[in-house]
């Protein structure tokens, strides 16, 4: 008799179309660093700076890539994937960075052949824009991804995505801007050990603020590639029909004690600095999480309106890499200047001494899938189903027919709220939502999940609704 899968219950959950393959990032694999034109990177400097990287290697030739991009999608199919996600470099594009730069047309021939050569072997390519490596001359020019004042970085950004567009967008269909806004910022700005190298560190770093950077450069970011996303949705998506968005880091924070509240919220709070730093502004309200403005004041930039409009909402769906998880002790201390993770402790193990998970090389990588799976459902729950907008429009609504009702006299007898799940929204088809209940119009069943307003809005009726 056959041995039963050691998953048998998982046997065919996924759906038909269900994607999966590998993600890489351009500097970490290409090589040819500065073949056919290509121009330094910011990675490029920092790897070629004695004692920034640990075995003192470079880039220069990483796994050549550049060279082996046949054989590398042959080995890949043979793997069996669906889908392979790489980045490109920016650099390799437009060797200078700029939008009045030249075009390196050599650079985009090597990212059109790779698209080619997936497409024809039925593999879909999922194309990061920018993992890490801003242009080096860009760096010298205006300090790269800092420069906010003279908004520079952005249009120079922009004009990159859109050549990106106009010349890979006739295969590529599915965009991400960012790889892991937040593991540049911190690693790069606040930590400084990667590439550009700045932090208050003066052991370390010559120059650079980590009380202040980090959150300026995650806000171009975050700009930025709202621009990017308005340019594709405007100019592309009408006639390339593709879906563009973000990937954001996050690992899973649990409370080291789950029974004390100042562990739970400090867990929560870590969540937030670290994941709804980004996913806040894209997802749920077009600015950053209150923890983060009540601890950082004025260092963390503001939206104008108008950004806040144009960050809300600029992702078709939620991309994440996610690794590990940790377990969160509040500090009584106040916070550091430079503090970036909330005002915890990380710990590896919790209050009873149950570790996070086996160890790997990696010395901040513990093996965690239960703590994956919490990530999964807080930020299903949190920014799918925690529809906090329709909860204050129907809370507003009916504690109006209340108050019409005992001041002003009004007989108001019954109430129907539009609407009870997300349904065909008329000219705007599916792209509106409506319901209490979210429905995954991909599923073939149209499978529904409650929201939160629909347990909001039970407990306001049983609340007002007088007993007999
Ligand atoms: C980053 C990669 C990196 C890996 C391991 C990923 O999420 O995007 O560039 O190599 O983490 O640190």
């Not at 990159?160 to 540049?184: M, Q, S």
């Amino acid at each position: 008799m056959a041995k039963p899968h050691k998953f048998k219950d998982l046997k065919g959950v996924l759906r038909p179309d269900f994607t999966w393959g590998y993600a890489t990032a351009a500097t970490q694999v290409e090589g040819g660093w500065n073949a056919d034109g290509e121009g330094p990177s910011i990675w490029d400097t920092f790897a070629h700076t004695p004692g920034k990287v640990k075995d003192g290697s470079t880039p220069d030739d990483a796994v050549l890539s550049y060279y082996k991009y046949k054989e590398d999608v042959a080995l890949m199919k043979s793997y069996g994937v669906t889908a392979y996600r790489f980045s490109l470099s920016w650099s390799r594009i437009i060797p200078l960075g700029g939008k009045e730069d030249p075009i390196n047309e050599a650079g985009l021939e090597y990212y059109q052949n790779l698209v080619d050569e997936l497409i024809e072997n039925e593999i879909t390519p999922f194309v990061t824009l920018f993992h890490w490596d801003t242009p080096q001359a860009l760096e010298d020019r205006y300090g790269g991804m800092l420069d906010k004042e003279n908004g520079t970085d952005t249009p120079d950004f922009v004009n990159y995505a859109r050549v990106c567009f106009e010349r890979l967008g006739d295969r590529v269909k599915h965009w991400i801007t960012y790889n892991e806004p937040g593991v540049y910022t911190l690693a790069g700005y606040a930590a400084g050990v990667h590439a550009p190298a700045r932090s208050s560190n003066r052991k370390l770093n010559d120059e650079g603020d980590s009380s202040t950077e980090p959150f300026i450069v995650g806000h171009t970011e975050l700009v930025s590639h709202a621009y990017a996303v308005q340019l594709y949705r405007e100019k592309f998506q009408p006639h390339q029909k593709g879906m563009i968005g973000i990937t954001l880091h996050g690992n899973w924070s649990e409370p080291w004690d789950e029974e004390n509240p100042s562990d739970q919220e400090a867990a929560e709070r870590a969540r937030e600095f670290e994941i709804a730093w980004y996913a806040n502004p894209v997802y749920k309200t077009g600015d950053y999480p209150a923890s983060m403005r009540a601890q950082l004041g004025d260092r963390l930039p503001r939206f104008t309106p108008e950004e806040s409009k144009l960050v809300l909402g600029s992702s078709d769906f939620y991309g994440m890499n996610s690794y590990t998880s940790f377990f969160v002790k509040h500090l009584e201390t106040p916070p550091d200047i430079n503090d970036h993770s909330a005002n915890i402790e990380k710990l590896e193990t919790n209050k009873q001494g149950v570790s996070r998970g086996p160890e790997s090389d990696t010395y901040w990588l513990c093996t965690s899938p239960w703590g994956f799976r919490k990530l999964l459902n807080w930020i299903w729950n949190e920014k799918v189903l925690n529809d906090t907008f329709r909860i204050e429009f129907f809370e507003g609504y009916i504690a109006a027919i209340g108050s019409a009702l005992k001041e002003d006299g009004v007989d108001v007898r019954s109430y129907f709220a539009w609407t009870f799940t997300d349904n065909w929204e008329w000219a705007a088809g599916y792209t509106d939502r409506f319901g209490v209940t979210f429905v995954d119009f991909e599923s073939k069943e149209k499978k529904r999940y409650p929201k939160k307003s629909a347990s909001v809005i039970r407990e306001l009726f049983q609340h007002m609704i007088k007993k007999e």
